[in-house]
C-alpha cells in the first residue's frame, strides 16, 4: 500500500490475505457505502411517480435474474437459454402457494421474506435437474437442454389447470410492520426490498468468487480437464453452477411475483430468456458489476426505442409495422455490435474509465 | 388401424419437412461448428421471398421456386460475411449469442416488410382433391413437398459425397489445419455451408408456406422445433437429420393424435420432441448418427 491510503495509484499487495480483500483500498470501500447510502436515501429525497417506480424495480429484479444467469454463463462457461424458466419457477412457487393455501394467507403476507427464500431453493432445485445432463455433456448440447426445459415450463403452465392455464394468478399485497403496504406505498416499499436482496446477493456472490467453489466454477469455465485434474469434478461443478443461477432466478421470480401483485406466463417466454442473456453479455460476463450495468442498459434502450417508435408512429401513419419492427432490431444490433466489439461489455468500460481515474494523472 | 395409418403418413410428411429444415443447421454445423439458431428466419425468408416473387411480381410458382433458393443463398453468404466472419476462433458462447442477436434482427428486418404480422397463402397450382388410398388421405402439396425434400436430401448427400467442393468441406470439417495446409479456403467453406443452408432453408420455408399458408410465427417456430431433431439425429450427420426428422415426425402425430383429450392432456405434440430430447440428452448424447465427440466429463 502506498504511503497515502487515499490516492493508490496501483495495488501494492504483501500478502495474499490482501489481495484477497472485497474491498482493495479504502477509497473503494467508502465509495461503496457512499453509493449504498444514496441508493437507500433518495426516493426519501425525491418523489417518483409510481410509473417510474416500476420501471426501476424491474430492472432491480432483473438484476437479481442476471446475476444468476452470470454465475452459470459468464463464470462457469455454460449458455442458459432457459434462464426466464427458471425465474418463472420462483415466480409460480409464490403462485402455487397462493392457489393452495388462498392468497391471504398468513405465510404470504407477513412471512414474504421467508417465501422468497422457499422460492429460490425451489429455483435451485430445477436448476439442478435441468444441471443433470451436465454430468455427461458439454457446450451446445447443455444449451439445448436448457432450452427444451424452456419449452416444457412453458407447456405445463400453460396446460395446467392448477397454474390458471397462464393467465394471471393474483398475490396479496404484504403486511410489514408499519401494517400493510397501501397501493401508493407499494413500489416503493418493493424498491426496498428488492434492493436489500440485490445487496445480499450481491455480497454473496462476490464472497462466493472468493472461495474455492467460486473458483472451482472459474477453473472449469478455462478448462475443464485442467480442472478435473486438479482435483474438482467438472460434472458437479457444472450442477452445482446450475442450481446457483437458478436459486437466484427463483429468488427474482419471487420478487417479481410480489411486485405485479400476480404471476402470468407472458412474462417467462423464450423471449425474456433470451433478453436476460442479451443484459449478462451487453453487462460483461463473468464480472459481477456487469450484472447491474446489463439490465440498466437494455431496459433503458427498451424504453427510448418504445418512445422513439411512440414519437414516429404519431408523426408517419404509413409506418405501423416500425413500432413492431423497432424493439426486435434495435435489440438484436445491440447484441451483436457488443459481441463484435466490445466482447467484455460495458463492465469494460468500467473497468478502464476506474483505472483510468486510479491512475491519474499518470498514463499507466 | 385406418386412423393409426393416417398418423404414420402424416408423420412423415411432418417428418421429412422437419429433416429438410434440420438440414441446414447441420450443414453449418458439420463444416464450421456454429449451430444458427436464427435459422427459423431464414426458412421464413425464404418462403417470404417465393410468395413475393409468385404473386407479386407474376413469376410461375416454379421458377420462383429456384429464383428464391437462389436469392436465399446469397443472403445467406452475406449473413456469413459480415456477422460469423470476424468471429472465427471466438468462443463458442459469442458465437451462439451473434446467431441469437441475428435472431433479432431479423425478426426486426422481416416486421418492416408486409409479412410481419399477416397471413398469405399461396394461390393453388397443384390439383385440390387429395390423393386418396384404402382411407388414408396425402393432399398434392404434402406429395410434391416431400419428393422435393428426399430429392434434395439426396441431392446434399451426393454433394458431400461425390463432389470435390463437398469432399473439401467435409475435410475442413474434420480438422481446419490440415485442410488449410493443402490449399483449402477454410473462410470460402464457411461461406459455402452458409449459403448451402441457406438453399435448403429456403426450399424447407416454400414447402412449408405451400402446405400451411404463409405466416411469420409458424414458419419462425421451425426454427427452435428443429433443435430436437439435429440433436436425436447427431449434429454432424445428414442421413441423421432425415431419420430423426421422421422419427420426431411421428412421435408428435401420435401425441396428439392419442394424448390429446385423453386424460385431460392437451398441446402435447409441442412438447413431446423436448422431453424425448432431455431423455435423449441423458442416455445417447451424441445422437442416432453423431460422432462420439463428446468427452464425459
New interface residues.
Partial sequence: MSSNRWLATGNYFTSYKEEQRIFFTSLDRTAMALLLLCLFAWPLVVSVDNKYMLVIDNILVAVIAVMGLNLVTGFAGLISIGHAAFVGVGAYTIASFARVMGENHILLTHAWPLMILVAGCMGAIFGAIVGLPALRLKHLYLAIATLSFQMIFQWTINFMNFFNQGQTIAVSRVTWVTGQVTRSQHYTFWYYAILVFIVLCGFAVRNLLRTRYGRCLVAVRDNDRAADAMGMHPGFTKVYAFGLAGFLAGVAGALHAYLYRGVGIESFTLHHSISFLAMAIVGGLGTLHGSFWGPVAIKLLDLQVERLSEWVGNHLTIATNLATALKPLSFGLVIVLFLMFEPRGIANWWRIARSYVKLWPFRY | MSYFFQLVVSGIVVGSIYALSALGFVLIYKSSRV?NIAHGQIIAAGAFITYALTVWVGIPIYIAFLASMVITFFLAMSVERV?LR??IG?????V???T??????????I????F??ENFSFPHFLPETPITFAGISVSWTQMVGVITTFAMIGGFSWFFKKSTLGISMRAVSDDQLASMSIGISVPRVFGLAWAMAGLSAAAAGAIIGNITGINFDTLHAFG?IV??VV?LGG?DSILGAVVAGIIMGLIQQFASGYLDGNWG???TG??MP??V??VI??FK?HGLFGIHE????
Fill in positions: 449451430l456477422f470476424r468471429l471466438e468462443p463458442i458462447i459469442s451462439i449469442m451473434v441469437i442477436g441475428l435472431m433479432s434482427i431479423l425478426d426486426g428486418l416486421y418492416l416488410t408486409p410481419g404480422t427452435i433443435f430436437p440433436i449434429l392432456l392437451n398441446g409441442e412438447v423436448y422431453i430430447l432431455l440428452l441423458l448424447p463428446i468427452e464425459r466429463v
